[in-house]
């Protein structure tokens, strides 16, 4: 009995002990059930050499904008630097958590030196309609006030709003803002120049998005570039950029030429739910919807109030005209001498990246490090700091490809003394040959290829997969890539120079005369300007003969009258195509050749041309597209050619 008693007498103290042991860590059963998770967290931020704060900054319409502020701890009087962009402000300023500024900011801004070793405040604000800012998102407003855009809000508005709060509720501040940005976010930058606030004092639009039909991001000069419309996708689909393109290829090649027209590709990604791709389907030709909210010709109406310094990148694969048009139509305005502008060996975007190289191409140093130490520092400093420093930047800070310089100009385009810009023409001669010399009339007088909408010119070697990094990468630098494998196909033209026994300097835009006829009723042509190497490079062996494009672009030939004036090209006749090539500022060096190509496709970057004329190519059928014979004239009175702003020396 005593065995049996002590045996039940420890059964009670364990289940005892089990029972306080629930009641203590953890709810029975029968309690309420209570979250570890608490309602409300607050972080503890007081070791942060920074404060941050983000806020929803009201409009004028009541529209309130996602406004995230970076302020290094202990900031006085310090000056703003505002950016507005589409791409998510919370990801960029908490892509990583820390108690240092430093690596909350990374390296992925030409201005992160600025807010960590000079105590600028960092703005980055959601445009309106897009993450996590209140209203409604269109793609590069209009704007307002206009048929384009009735309401009385754009991006100058809200810009010109947000810069109001700013200087109003940052106490650490000295009431002064810059706004910069790159592409989308440069086009927010140069609307804020629009009626500016007056404590804008200083603005810095790098690669930025200006005129989308003439030569930027969604048209070059009639031709859509189809891979647009995935981010169209991107951007619109959602508020949150949540959607993502897809594709039923690796090789993007056969994917949009299997779909055929871009309206089909866009059909069967839904995309006519997206209100942007249905005005760029609606507006083919460069008609009063591009023409009224082109940023170069609204800021051409404006007094230069606010010392601007514009960037241009000279291999820029996505925005490649708005920088240099946008300080054509201002820079005569200056007579206050604040408008800038800076041309690098830059990609979209290198600026803020290392800029040592692009692809197989060296330059000798990190130029975008440069820029940002010596161009982008004493900018700011000098008109956003109180007791500004005096800042010695030239009028023109351009970059020389071929001799790996920095120059400084008075004017772009522009040389030192003792030079001018004398242009010069190239002409297209028999036998492939190019030359400075018009070539005498000879028979037959012209070259001719077959463009065949079902094999166009590939703009990149297949297979073209710009998915993830290495994909990236090749987007990046397609525009420097070799071009042996387009001059070797039997529909590319090539035109070939004696090798050059002195150097050869151009600076500013090539301009294309080609005299040209097709058996279609419409076609595209592609023109590029090439730097070949010499055949052998003892130090550097793989860049023996490479063909190196300084400058090339596409014209939709339909608007031979006029961009907006589209009409069938008559079949079989002489016509003359007049257009621009993106600027360069390079030397063609001693042993080098000048090359130049003609084709009719760059794709798919670009859109096919049916090469039989039909209103609108975005609902070109598949039996619109024809092969063509494709004539070049290359002698006597017909003598195409390519106008070159060379530089000579007195």
């Known amino acids: 009995m005593q065995g049996s008693y002590r045996f039940v007498r420890i059964c009670v103290v364990l289940l005892s002990a089990v029972t306080t042991f629930t009641l203590a860590g953890e709810p029975t059963q029968d309690s309420k059930s209570v979250s570890e998770i608490p309602p409300n967290f607050t972080q503890q931020t007081q070791s942060f050499d920074y404060v941050s704060r983000t806020e929803m900054v009201p409009m004028r319409d009541g529209v309130k904008l996602y406004t995230a502020i970076l302020i290094p701890r202990g900031a006085k009087r310090a000056p703003i ?86 200087v109003k509720n940052i106490p650490e501040s000295n009431g002064k803002v810059g706004i910069l940005g790159i592409s989308y976010d440069g086009f927010t930058a140069l609307a804020a ?34 891979l647009g419309i995935n981010y169209f996708y991107g951007q619109e689909a959602d508020r949150d950029s949540a959607q993502k393109w897809w594709s039923d290829h690796f090789d993007d090649y056969e994917s949009w030429l299997e779909a055929g027209s871009v309206d089909e590709m866009a059909r069967r990604h839904g995309l006519d739910q997206v209100g942007f791709y249905r005005k760029v389907k609606g507006h083919p030709a460069y008609d009063s919807f591009w023409q009224a909210q082109a940023v170069d010709k609204l800021l051409a109406k404006e007094p230069v109030s606010v010392p601007v310094m514009l960037v241009h990148s000279l291999w820029d694969q996505e925005d490649s005209y708005g920088a240099l048009h946008v300080y054509a139509a201002i820079k005569p305005k200056d007579t206050g001498h604040n408008v800038f502008l800076v041309l690098g060996p830059w990609y979209h975007h290198q600026s803020r990246e290392n800029g040592s190289a692009i692809g197989a191409i060296q330059f000798g140093s990190d130029t975008a490090a440069y820029f940002r130490e010596y161009l982008v520092r004493p900018f700011f400093d000098h008109f956003l700091k109180d007791n500004a420093p005096p800042a010695d930047l030239a009028p023109v800070t351009a970059f020389e490809t071929g001799t790996n310089r920095w120059e400084r100009l008075p004017t772009w385009p522009g040389t030192g003394q003792d030079a001018k810009v004398d242009p010069a023409s190239l002409f297209l ?55 042996r494998e387009a001059s070797g196909r ?93 600027a360069a500022n390079h030397v063609f060096l001693p042993g080098h050749r000048l090359m130049i190509q003609v084709q009719s496709s760059w794709f798919p970057l670009y859109d096919r041309n049916p090469q039989t004329y039909v209103d609108n190519i975005f609902l070109a059928k598949p039996t619109d597209y024809k092969k063509a014979t494709i004539r070049v004239f290359n002698s006597g009175e017909s003598n195409s050619f390519v106008e070159l702003p060379v530089v000579t020396y007195q």
């Open 81 to 166: 630097l505002l950016s507005r962009t589409p791409y998510d402000a919370a990801e960029k300023t908490k892509m990583r958590v820390s108690e240092h500024l430093a690596t909350v900011l990374g390296d992925s801004d030409v201005v992160d030196d600025l807010v960590l070793n000079e105590g600028y405040i960092r703005v980055i604000q959601d445009v309106r309609g897009k993450h996590h800012s209140e209203g409604d998102y269109l793609m590069n407003p209009p704007p307002h006030g206009t048929a384009l855009n009735p309401t009385n809000v754009d991006d100058s508005t809200d810009a010109y709003d947000t810069i109001d709060w700013l």
């Open 193 to 226: 120049l629009v009626h500016p606030h007056p404590a804008l004092r200083a603005a810095m639009p790098i690669n930025p998005m200006v005129d989308g039909w003439m030569g930027d991001d969604w048209f070059h000069q009639g031709a859509f570039r189809e």
């Open 429 to 483: 001669q028999p036998n492939g040959r190019l030359g400075f010399n018009r070539a005498p009339a000879a028979e037959p007088g012209f070259d001719e290829y077959v463009s065949d909408p079902a094999k166009p010119v590939p703009f990149l070697p297949r297979p073209i997969h710009l998915e993830g990094d290495e994909g990236y990468r090749s987007w990046q630098t397609w525009l420097l890539r070799d071009q």
């Open 490 to 582: 039997t529909d590319v033209l090539t035109y070939t120079s004696d090798v050059l026994t002195a150097p050869l300097k151009i600076s500013g835009a090539p301009t294309v005369n080609l005299i040209a006829a097709t058996t279609g009723t419409d076609g595209d042509f592609v023109v590029k300007l090439i730097d070949v190497y010499p055949d052998e490079t003892g130090r550097d062996p793989k860049m023996g003969g490479y063909q190196l494009m300084i400058s090339a672009d596409i014209f939709r030939g339909r608007y031979y009258q006029g961009f907006d004036n589209p009409k069938p090209i008559p079949a079989n006749e002489k016509v003359h195509f007049r257009f621009d090539l993106p």
